[in-house]
């Protein structure tokens, strides 16, 4: 994990169920610390990579402008602007009525990934954290979504990356997102399109990921909405708990987050 | 100034254009045809446009769009001036994309058009390849299309923005291998530097060395394996570029 102030990553012993991390003799609470962003590369997501959220699609893949389901891994970026953190207020743009919550696995790219082997795509990557793809709700992805998905804050990243090692199974993590501590979204891996190891292989067929990318396995179907001052925890097993609130935009200006 | 990043014996320099030839920070001269253009500056956050320019939406068989059309390109995708980049196999339809791009200098934040100018640092010249062969409509264009590695050519250098009297009046061209294939002027943008600048501002913050490659005009025709291909903005730069096979990727 990385210190808020700090340049450097941490190396902590991380328990994700009870969100605490142990470092020497001491223990303390993710509430109790202040975490910046762990991630230094660029952050790739991936659209339409959970079978529910396709589906929810229903026959419109087959009609203009899509005409079919998609073939290759269709990538979004979510540039610097987009980057927070744990604990990181999260602005909501004027005249926009609510934002929509995208909980989502980042497997974080250790080595240089150029054309792998699903075989051994795995071994590529370094440690998974959790990302809150934050968009302005737009039902066509026909065109880049770049005004709905790359506004400043949109990005929640962390608590912390865990080692790949510590997860036994990415493709079966459950992920649950709470909006002000009520359960409003339910979701696991083990529904994905392209598994892992597939997603990694397919991706990097096209282009290469750098130590530090992270690649977002997807968001699950019907996200939650959320308002200023919700209050959102994402979690996913194994990996832990992230926590954002919304705020007006204006607030979090004057807060000098802007 | 024009100013570019290079690398020469052996280390990695700034370098600044000199009659011809390049003067490295230590004073030294040293022959253009004798460095490693890297990319002007590292870019940070890039847009590219789609369909800015009315007679190359028409050529697509596409009306012009009535907001701009932006997507965002990864740094796995750009190499310097006389880098190579690749053209797969299998593909049908690879096609150059003659663009100027603007290097934002300084936080830009709700800048509104008549202030846009102040906040750019310089131009360069882009050549933001595409394979049409990879186009799907979700997110189009995919980045399988657009941001590919070595796909996105960029340089020589960076001119100052002082010493461009006006960005929205240079002819651009594209040859390859000496024959003229893509001619136009910035002056055709549907959407002008200072509305894109004042649009991507409106929504999110920009800032140094984001990078907004500006679209380009009628022209793009198929490439193939050896080509060279010179994307050229008059007063900006002329970018060269060839065009190699899966042979050189060890890795494939």
């Known amino acids: 994990m990385k210190v808020l102030g700090s340049q450097e990553l941490l190396s902590v012993a991380v328990n994700p169920v009870t969100n605490t991390v142990t470092l020497g003799d001491d223990e303390a609470s993710l509430a109790d610390l202040q975490i910046d962003n762990p991630v230094t590369g660029t952050i790739y997501g991936t659209l339409l990579n959970y079978k529910g959220e396709l589906e929810s699609l229903g026959d419109a893949v087959y009609d203009k402008p899509y005409s079919s389901p998609p073939n290759a891994p269709v990538l979004y970026i979510k540039p610097a602007n987009t980057f927070n953190r744990n604990g990181g207020l999260i602005p909501m743009p004027e005249g926009i009525p609510a934002l929509e919550i995208g909980a989502a696995l980042g497997l974080v790219i250790g080595k240089k990934a150029v054309a792998l082997d699903e075989k051994n795509a795995l071994t590529y990557v370094a440690g998974y954290t959790i990302v809150n793809d934050i968009s302005v709700p737009h039902d066509s992805v026909y065109r880049p979504a770049v005004q709905h998905k790359a506004r400043d804050g949109f990005c929640s990243i962390g608590p912390w990356i865990i080692e790949r090692d510590e997860v036994q199974n990415p493709d079966d993590l459950a992920l649950r997102v709470f909006i002000n501590e009520k359960l409003q979204q339910e979701n696991s891996t083990v529904n994905l399109i392209r598994p892992i190891s597939r997603l990694l292989a397919d991706v990097t067929e096209f282009m290469t990921l750098n130590p530090g990318d992270v690649l977002l396995v997807g968001v699950p179907e019907q996200a939650p909405l959320v308002q200023i001052g919700d209050k959102i925890r994402i979690e996913i097993e194994g990996i832990g708990n992230l926590e954002n609130i919304i705020v007006d935009e204006k607030e979090a200006k004057w807060r000098g987050l802007l | ?252």
């Open chain 2, 1 to 252: 100034m024009r100013r570019a990043r290079i690398a020469y014996g052996g280390a990695i320099h700034e370098a600044v254009e000199c009659a011809g030839q390049l003067k490295l920070e230590d004073g030294r001269i040293v022959e253009e045809h004798d460095v490693v253009w890297l990319t002007p500056i590292e870019p940070r956050t890039v847009f590219a446009l789609g369909l800015n320019y009315a007679d190359h939406a028409a050529e697509l068989a596409f009306s012009a769009p009535s907001e701009p059309l932006v997507f965002l390109k990864g740094p796995n995708t750009f190499v310097g001036h006389n880098a190579f980049t690749r053209r797969p196999a299998d593909v049908t339809y690879m096609h150059y994309e003659c663009e100027l791009a603007v290097i934002i200098g300084e936080t830009a934040r709700n800048v509104k058009p008549e202030d846009a100018y102040k906040y750019i640092k310089g131009y360069s010249v882009a050549n933001d390849y595409a394979i049409r062969d990879y186009l799907e409509n979700y997110y189009r264009p995919n980045l399988r299309v657009k941001n590919r590695d070595t796909g996105t050519p960029f340089g020589p250098w960076i001119v100052d923005a002082t010493d461009v009297a006006d960005p929205m009046n240079l002819k651009l061209t594209t040859h390859i291998n000496d024959k003229l294939v893509q001619e136009g002027t910035t002056a055709d943008m549907i959407f002008d530097i200072r509305t894109l600048i004042s649009y991507l501002s409106s929504f999110m913050t920009l800032s140094e060395n984001d990078v907004i490659l500006t679209g380009t005009p009628k022209g793009s025709v198929d490439t193939a394996v050896g080509d060279v291909v010179v994307t050229e903005i008059e007063g900006i730069g002329r970018l060269v570029n060839t065009i190699i096979g899966d042979e050189s990727f060890t890795n494939r």
